[in-house]
């Protein structure tokens, strides 16, 4: 294997994408292969980024014996960088677990990554839950090496009708072995040289954008690996009248020094047709945004 090069690795379910092999190199991994069971975490398209030669953003990791404290907490979905919906629980069927339908590119320029899972699904026990599907969408730029990332959230079922509306809050997720300091609804950045800088594009649409402590200092497990983490949760729901999805869409910028400054613009996309018949939820592929 080039180590330099990004690899889509399907059997085992991770995606590599990095922009070389050097000590400057970004690198990202993605995990989207199926629930390995009991041992496993209760993460689906996870991420985390290394650049500058150290880490930047990296999930909870779970790690010694069982009799630990926080190993429920490392198992977590919310201890991992991935989107998820707030109040819900993921399923233990394997089957709507794993990433469904990958689809990979890669070239000189940039890569390109997108998925999607339906582990949030409806049951009696719990009469809030729903039949969700999300989707996340990655795009690698290698230079000078930065990742867009674009999750999205929907209603996902035969029983689901267009006038439903998305009666759920969803969270972005993101851990770090370094503080994260926030600058209003727009921007967010690790603590540190080298850095991360997070851009949310349209901000408007974001509720909370809260930084905060997994454990650090004397509450860290005992471990030298992983002595601290800290967290960044941006979260989102929209008003009852909205109808459709809902998702956030953040850059990932990797830095040492002066600080980046970077803006976001919505573009229409040029395959976007207008339709004088909205299809069914059923017969729409999934994912879209």
Known sequence: MDRSASYCLLPSGFAILRNGDGPTSTY???????????HSHFDTLSLNLRSHGQVLLEEMARFGGYGEALSVLFRAPESHNQLTVDGMHFTTDAAHRAGRDPLWASAPAADFFTAWHSAYRHHDLEPQTLDLALRRTVLFVKDPGYAVVCDVAWIHGEAVGLGEGPDFAI????????PFTVEGLRSARTTGDPACLLTFARPELLRRLEPGVDYAGAESPRSVLCPERYHLRARLWRDVEYRGAQGLTVLLYPFAGTPPQSRSRRCRSPARR???RRPSRSSRRPGGT
């Open 28 to 38: 990202l991994n993605l995990s989207f292969g199926a629930w390995a069971g009991w």
């Open 171 to 178: 969270t972005q997720n993101w851990h770090s072995p370094a």
């Open 274 to 276: 207008s339709t004088t």
